[in-house]
């Protein structure tokens, strides 16, 4: 799907406000359908905004002043089911940082300092994934299908990692050019 044809609701949490301002700028310029909203601190404001709004993505600094964005991230998804997160840090973290989040959440992660194709290439693969999965999810609620909830979690770990190589593919590409 083109970025264009994904209405979504998008949760920002950076504490650099300047920082903010720019992967705003990049996700409202390129994104015609999606409602940003930005938070520079984890506050009331914060926690009222996401009781109120079904959040399609949340993208998050992992180290955010006083609170860790792993730590929120665990508050989260105790408060809510079916998130997804993209994560982005200065710091040196694999994927075997978030193992805690398989299976709870869809998530991914970007290093700072993060390019505008980057971010636009991560929101795209994780919005199509979680639409998809929503769709699933959906259809399984709505009609009696041949499989059971495990088939469907399987189906939806098979896309992550179908659409996490895409994305390293990506990364390669871009590397390249």
Do not use: W
Request: contains cysteine; glycine residues 4%.
């Amino acid at each position: 799907m083109k970025l264009d044809e994904l209405d979504c609701n998008i949760v920002m949490l950076e504490d650099d406000e300047m920082t903010l301002d720019v992967y705003q700028q990049i996700l409202s310029n390129s994104i015609k359908t999606a409602t940003i909203k930005g938070f520079d601190s984890i506050s009331d404001d914060f926690f009222d905004y996401i009781k109120t709004y079904h959040i399609d993505l949340f993208i998050m600094d992992i180290v955010l002043g006083e609170y860790s964005g792993i730590d929120l991230t665990s508050k989260l998804l105790k408060m809510m089911k079916g998130l997804t997160f993209l994560f982005v840090s200065g710091f040196n973290y694999t994927y075997d940082s978030f193992k805690q989040f398989e299976g709870k959440c869809l998530y991914d992660f970007i290093s700072k300092p993060v390019s505008h194709n980057e971010l636009l290439i991560r929101y795209n693969a994780l919005i199509n994934i979680s639409k998809s999965y929503n769709k699933i999810i959906d259809n399984s609620r709505s009609s009696i299908i041949g499989g059971s909830v495990d088939d469907l979690r399987d189906e939806y770990f098979k896309r992550i990692e179908e659409d996490r190589l895409m994305i390293n593919k990506f990364r390669k590409d871009l590397r390249l050019n």
